[in-house]
Nanobody, 113 residues
C-alpha cells in the first residue's frame, strides 16, 4: 500500500509563490515517475507536471515557466515550486506515482486576486 502525504498549500495573493511537498511511503519512490495533478471546483482533475525517475520533467502549458517539479530520492519526496501564481491556479493539488491509481488527501491552494 502506497501512502501519499501532500503538504504546503495555503492562501496566497496573485503573483506570490508556494512550494508543495509530497512524501511517498515504501521503497518504490526512487524507481517511479511522479505526477502532480490539480482539481479546481467544478472541473476535472488535470495533470500539471511530471518528473521521471531520472529527473526529466514535463509541464502543462498553463503552468510552464511558472512551476518547477523536482524530487529528492533520499527523502522519497517530490516538490512543486509554484511562482507567479494566478487565481486560476486555485485548486486542490495531488501527487502520485505515475502508475498508481489511488489518491492522497491533497493540499488546497487558494490564490486571491
Amino acid at each position: 500500500q502506497v501512502q501519499l502525504v501532500e503538504s504546503g498549500g495555503g492562501l496566497v495573493q496573485a503573483g506570490g509563490s508556494l512550494r508543495l511537498s509530497c512524501t511517498v511511503s515504501g521503497s518504490i519512490f526512487s524507481i517511479s515517475a511522479m505526477d502532480w495533478y490539480r482539481q479546481a471546483p467544478g472541473k476535472q482533475r488535470e495533470l500539471v507536471a511530471t518528473i521521471t525517475r531520472l529527473g526529466t520533467t514535463n509541464y502543462a502549458d498553463s503552468v510552464k515557466d511558472r512551476f518547477t517539479i523536482s524530487r529528492d530520492n533520499t527523502k522519497s519526496t517530490v516538490y512543486l515550486q509554484m511562482n507567479s501564481l494566478k487565481p486560476e491556479d486555485t485548486a486542490v493539488y495531488y501527487c502520485r506515482p505515475s502508475w498508481y491509481t489511488n489518491w492522497g488527501q491533497g493540499t488546497q491552494v487558494t490564490v486571491s486576486s
